[in-house]
């Protein structure tokens, strides 16, 4: 007896389906292969890597640069200034020496021994008041500081900058694709065409896994290129302390991506359009955003960054800066990671729900609750 037509197309269906692990791979090296051809990205990769480059070379120049006052001196009037490096001491023999000195611009000041004045040295400046010589100059109170290794606040601020325009851009530049490629394939109904080879979720753990992957991929290369960068230059010191923060960065950031690509791809299966994107894509972008401005402005307040540290969201940008400090103890990063991992399932079994529950629905944009009821 013949099987019927239906019968038929049925068992073809069920024998050209691939598994979840099989068709998630396939999907992750389109993603890849797609990404890779594109020059936008070979171009912006190219531009982080030389911005990278340029602020390594910056900050050897300046930490190179000398930043003390220089200061014209007539005989034994040199011994009045505190031993350091904060001026640049030139010895000469007469005021005559001193005063054109001063006047040729290499010296900020000059001073020279006097019997009339309270300190006996006389300052000679040119058109402005040398505050910091002045000051050196004159006497003050014994000063003891409680904390003397307190963080620089200009330092705190850099490390900010870096690792939350790093996260910030990495997480935009690799998650909003996701949300216009889920968009194109409801829009174009491929959608169809691709579901009925493999199933929902080994979509979305594709596409996840593809761009996670070249995510991860660009921020070993800035971490590579930073690492030989301070080698070359010299500051292996500041490599030295960098390391550890830059180790767990990148952990933080392989789970932070992750969870917030969930969330790219759910925004995009809300909508069957591109114009209607921006609704959804919204609150992702600003749960992406909001950490780098709150490490940004509320770095210095210890209490602020010990709880953004454990947030998932700001965890990657938090925690390396605490730990480049000395802030954090050495099980704080394993906690705040172990959180990271348990919001990163929750979160990806709620966008993998909304996903599967908003695929195949066209027209108007669905809503959050309508998804998740399925």
């Given amino acids: 007896m013949n099987a019927s037509p239906t019968t038929t197309t049925a068992a073809t269906r069920g024998a050209t389906r691939l598994s979840t692990a099989q068709g998630a791979w396939l999907v992750a090296e389109r993603e890849m292969s797609t990404r890779l051809r594109s020059k936008a990205f070979l171009i912006s990769t190219a531009v982080l890597v030389l911005v990278v480059l340029a602020g390594i070379i910056w900050m050897g120049i300046a930490s190179q640069s ?6 014209a001196a007539v005989g034994g009037a040199a011994s009045a200034l505190p031993d350091g490096d904060a ?50 100059l004159s006497v003050a109170p014994a000063v003891t500081l ?26 935009i530049s690799f998650g909003a694709p996701i949300t216009t490629s889920v968009v194109e394939e409801k829009q174009t109904r491929i959608i169809e065409i691709l579901l009925s080879a493999i199933s929902a979720r080994a979509l979305l753990a594709g596409k996840v896994i593809g761009n996670t992957l070249l995510a ?19 500051q292996t010191e500041m490599l030295q302390g960098f390391g550890a923060p830059l180790i767990w960065f990148a952990v933080f950031f392989l789970f932070g991506f992750v969870l917030l690509a969930a969330m790219f791809a759910a ?9 209607d994107a921006g609704a959804t894509l919204t609150p992702v972008m600003y749960l992406t955003m909001i950490p780098y ?10 209490t602020v960054m010990t709880v953004l540290s454990y947030v998932p969201f700001s965890a990657p940008v938090a925690m390396p800066i605490r730990l480049f400090f000395g802030e954090a103890q050495w099980w704080e990063p394993v906690l705040a990671l172990a959180v990271m991992v348990v919001a990163c399932g929750l979160v990806i079994q709620l966008g993998a729900k909304i996903y599967e529950n908003s695929l195949l629905r066209m027209g108007a944009r669905v809503k959050l609750t309508e998804a998740l009821r399925g």
Wanted: no cysteine.
């Fill in 87 to 136: 001026f640049d001491i030139t010895e000469v023999g007469t005021r005559e020496e001193a005063e054109k000195l001063v006047r040729d611009g290499k010296a900020d000041a000059a001073i020279l021994e006097d019997g009339s004045s309270p300190t006996g040295i006389l300052v000679l400046a040119d058109e402005e008041i040398p505050d910091a010589l002045v000051s050196a």
């Fill in 146 to 171: 409680l904390t003397p290794d307190a963080p620089d606040f200009g330092m705190r601020y850099l490390l900010g900058m870096i690792f939350g325009l790093v996260f910030m851009m990495a997480a």
């Fill in 216 to 234: 991860i991929g660009q921020i070993l290369v800035l971490i590579a290129v930073a690492s030989i960068g301070l080698i070359v230059s010299g």
């Fill in 66 to 71: 000398s930043s003390a006052t220089p200061v």
């Fill in 267 to 275: 925004a995009g299966s809300l909508v069957s359009r591109q114009e």
């Fill in 293 to 302: 401005f709150l490490v940004i402005f509320l770095g210095s307040n210890a």
